[in-house]
């Protein structure tokens, strides 16, 4: 199956991500104590103590031709929302 959603997941404020996609998009400020991930596993069980998942979900634009709203959008990937578990 071959899928062209426009929809891609990274890390908050595109944190670890290419630079290109951080410096299309104003207002991000990516840091690993609020943006990344982590696990803390028990040393001698490998059992997992506490984790912290965090993701966004972005939105790729473009302009479409014949679509005039859309003729003044320069391709980005947008974040939309993150979360964390």
Known sequence: MVSHSPVFISHPHFYNADPVLLDA???L???????GLFIDIHPETGVP???SIRLQ???FMKR???ITETGKIS???MPMIWFEE
């Open 57 to 59: 979900l972005n939105l």
């Open 64 to 66: 479409v031709s014949g």
């Open 49 to 51: 103590l506490n984790v």
């Open 25 to 27: 998009v104003q207002g």
């Open 75 to 77: 391709d980005v990937v």
């Open 29 to 35: 400020s990516p840091n690993e104590d609020e943006h």
